[in-house]
């Protein structure tokens, strides 16, 4: 079974499902409410997995959500790095200071004193 397939309801409608950041079938209806103002790491996965799963597109997730591509690209590449626990709020500080070059204080030399 792909990770796209159609699903049928009760009443049935057909909709696509994808499977969601717990391994659970989604469909569009797990996705986030368009006016999502609270981004828990919860919300942040459902929308990196409703793309990758091909429920929805990543132009329909940003103007969606009203998110640049630079920004859903970082939730992806933390979920990819870090797991769904990387997507915390409080923790993007220290994953991005695990990339950052080392910085030296003081002067630079380039040769010996004179």
């Known amino acids: 079974m792909s990770s796209r397939d159609f699903d049928h309801s009760d009443d049935g409608s057909v909709g ?8 659970r079938p989604m469909t ?9 103002k609270r981004w828990v790491m919860r919300r942040k ?3 990196v997995a409703g793309v990758r799963s091909g429920l ?10 009203t998110l640049s591509v ?3 690209l970082s ?6 790095s ?6 915390r709020a409080t923790r993007l500080q220290d994953y991005r200071n695990d990339a950052a070059p080392v ?3 003081g002067p630079v030399m380039s040769g010996p004193a004179e």
């Open 70 to 72: 630079e920004e859903f």
């Open 56 to 65: 929805i597109s990543l132009e329909e997730a940003c103007r969606r959500y």
């Open 103 to 105: 910085r030296v204080r």
């Open 16 to 23: 696509a499902s994808g499977i969601g950041p717990g391994g």
């Open 45 to 47: 996965a459902e929308v």
């Open 75 to 80: 939730w992806q590449r933390l979920i990819d």
């Open 82 to 87: 870090h797991g769904v626990r990387g997507l």
């Open 28 to 36: 569009e209806l797990d996705l986030p409410p368009p006016d999502t």
